[in-house]
């Protein structure tokens, strides 16, 4: 990419610029716990991974990580799964909710202010790519970062998740930048460096995640150094 063309640089959220400060099975686990469950962070974790497997990304006309898809999850890892009496449900559900809609539950990785923050001093259209819930526009404002970010595109709020082309489309549009102009950065090789490159976008891997067989595509050790690479593409 030739430094003049570089307009937008788009950032996938969770594992690339912040995550939770405790796993979600271990937060999930304490969920357990306070509604008189026995339950560990390991066996929480097989759980949601096995209810995760078998949920639909649509369901009864809820997209994957929209409040009604979480409150169906939920009913399923801790009502079928681990027993919870239905009437313990609802209070499980808020405080689920509440805890993951928090912006103390999570923190930035190391560096991601400063790069939104010199992004935007270079001239450079910045938004956030992410399959996450409706709370994440809130999550990053509590974080520090909604002052730096142009917009963010949210599976749950879109109907459409990476690695999916047209979630990469609906971000283009928003930015207003063609798919040459723009340059998409995660920690995914299959959501980020697949799906943008299936919508034309330039993509960057941030972090040491293998890549698929004969896949390639630019490299980033830590957000430091994808601000780095960003800053020789548009000095």
């Known amino acids: 990419m030739h430094p003049a063309t ?17 796993s979600r099975a271990a937060l999930y686990a304490e969920a357990a716990r306070a509604a008189d469950l026995d339950v560990d962070e390991e066996r929480m974790r097989e759980w949601m991974y096995r209810t995760h497997a078998q949920l639909p990304r649509r369901l009864d006309g809820h997209f994957r990580y929209s409040r009604g898809w979480f409150e169906a999850f939920i009913e399923r890892v801790f009502v079928d799964g681990l027993g919870l009496d239905p009437a313990g449900l609802p209070g499980v559900v808020e405080a689920l909710f509440a805890r993951f809609g928090d912006p103390a539950t999570f923190r930035l990785l190391p560096g991601a202010l400063e790069l939104v923050a010199g992004l935007r001093r270079r001239g450079l259209r910045v938004g956030v790519v992410s399959n996450w819930s409706p709370a994440l526009p809130g999550l990053l404002e509590g974080l520090g970062l909604g002052p730096h970010l142009d917009f963010a595109v949210v599976s749950a709020c879109e109907g459409c998740e990476k690695p999916e082309r047209e979630i990469f489309e609906r971000a283009l549009a928003r930015a207003g930048v063609p798919a040459a102009a723009a340059l998409h950065a995660g920690d995914d090789p299959v959501k980020d460096v697949q ?40 000095p």
């Open 195 to 234: 799906g943008a490159r299936s919508a034309g976008i330039l993509p960057v891997l941030v972090g040491r995640a293998q890549l698929p067989p004969g896949e390639t595509c630019a490299r980033a050790q830590d957000l430091w150094a994808l601000e780095r690479l960003i800053g020789e593409m548009r």
């Open 6 to 22: 570089l307009s937008a640089v788009l950032l996938d959220a969770g594992g690339t610029l912040l995550r939770e400060r405790k």
